[in-house]
């Protein structure tokens, strides 16, 4: 679950203009939505905000219904990151790993059971359209 409300976000504390300036979304659990926009539109940006890289200036954000501001403590905010899946545009998978393990990755790195990673790395293959693959 996904919420901002009147999310405002700027790259500095000075004088800059904001980048994001008063984001109202909200995506339910399970929901999917497209980002699209031209060059500079504030994109990255925003799923900077998403994946909690960085903190909205302004507004409130909720993330995973976990309440994100610049007052949330930063173990909170580590324990929050574990739970978000990023692929990027440039997307970096590991070229000596299948697919499967280029998705296990992750999971294996916070040291989940063997049976946990199998069974999630299914479910998100199959959510995917690979589930065959």
Do not use: C
Not at 18 to 40: A, C, E, K, T
Not at 77 to 94: A, E, N
Not at 99 to 112: E, G, T
Not at 114 to 130: S, Y
Request: net charge positive; glycine share 8%.
């Amino acid at each position: 679950m996904i919420r901002l409300d009147h999310v405002s976000w700027r790259r500095g504390k000075k004088d800059h203009a904001p980048v994001l300036s008063h984001l109202s979304v909200s995506v339910p659990q399970g929901g999917f939505r497209w980002l699209l926009g031209p060059s500079g539109a504030g994109k990255s940006s925003l799923l900077s905000l998403l994946h909690v890289e960085t903190l909205p200036s302004a507004g409130r954000m909720d993330i995973l219904a976990q309440p994100v501001s610049t007052q949330t403590k930063r173990a909170a905010l580590v324990r929050l990151r574990q739970r978000i899946g990023m692929v990027h545009q440039d997307y970096r998978l590991m070229p000596d790993l299948s697919v499967a393990d280029n998705v296990a990755l992750p999971l294996r790195l916070q040291k989940r059971g063997e049976d946990e990673i199998r069974t999630e790395v299914e479910a998100i293959l199959k959510w995917v359209g690979l589930g065959r693959r």
